[in-house]
């Protein structure tokens, strides 16, 4: 199977699904990562470029250890996505899906409090249209949750994430805690959302839904038989 994990910034694939990336390579599946924004073509208004040196290659390090067998960087500007035109961005994600040809892909929940999550989430519901032939090659489109994204968003004024599947990562979940470890410059001390204490928290939680040590959720957007 070939598997294809959209991830707006450097380190989003780890949280949402680096157990299933994971127990995806362990099957024999092919997995391929694509960090869909960085600095952008223009001097970005927030950081300098040197911020993208280093996280992207924290994320290497990462999808090394999850063992990842492609890692894609597009330039998107982070934190713009929301003033960016949305052809481009659908454009942008449209030839990813279209490079990498997965049968199952994993996109950032819609209702996310960040706004790329959002943008790119919509530019891959454009892209997976399972009417037109890239969509139609799509078994599968499930979103992932992002701690410190996914669930601050206005409630009742946003869609709450409600998953429909339940990943055991029960043997994976090392892997996922090592992988994150890599993002030095991301990682945040214990009771914050980006800690390893809040990963191992959220990975019991769901494996109780399920009756397993440890799980990943998600929401399955569409499903082809």
Known sequence: ?????????PDDETLGAGGAIAK???????VSVAVLTGHGDSPHPLWPKE???EVRAECKLACDVLGVHQLLFRELPTACLDNTPAWQTNGQVHEVIEEVAPDQLYIPFASDLHRDHAAIAYAASVAARPYLPLGKALKRVVAYETLSETHLAPAYL????QPTLFVDISEFLPVKLKA???YASQLQSDMHPRSLRSLRALASL???????????AFVVLRELG
């Open 1 to 9: 199977m070939n598997i294809l994990v959209l991830a707006p910034h």
């Open 158 to 161: 946003e869609a709450a994430f």
């Open 51 to 53: 911020r993208w040196e």
């Open 24 to 30: 995806h390579v362990a099957a024999g599946d092919r």
């Open 180 to 182: 994150m470890e890599c």
């Open 206 to 216: 769901r494996g109780a839904h399920i009756g397993v040590e440890s799980a990943e």
